[in-house]
């Protein structure tokens, strides 16, 4: 019995740590994850950088930017923050 009262704040204090912590941070990159997957072409984002563009091609790693003078570049698709919606 002795046993059980020493462990049991150790278990609720790891429950509490994965509620509180690691199952928010999983949810948060699975959406992140499914953002990226659904880019296209014409999507207005934002990178990690802060870089406010807009989507000019996809590939499986790569997205090219057309920034807001024209010019185009090239980054990861996992450099992409966030979509922009209007």
């Known amino acids: ?6 462990l049991l704040p150790l278990i609720l204090m790891f429950a509490i ?3 509180l912590l690691i ?6 990159q699975k959406n992140v994850r499914s953002m990226q997957e659904s880019l296209q072409k014409g999507d207005k984002i934002i990178t990690i ?3 406010h563009a807009i989507v000019d ?5 790569r997205v090219v930017l057309k920034a807001g003078d024209g010019s ?8 992409i923050r966030e979509v922009v919606s209007e």
């Open 72 to 79: 185009r570049l090239t980054f990861d698709r996992r450099s």
């Open 23 to 28: 199952r928010p941070q999983q949810k948060q």
């Open 57 to 61: 091609a996809i590939d499986e790693d």
């Open 49 to 51: 950088g802060g870089l």
């Open 17 to 19: 740590f994965y509620f």
């Open 1 to 6: 019995m002795e046993f059980i009262g020493t």
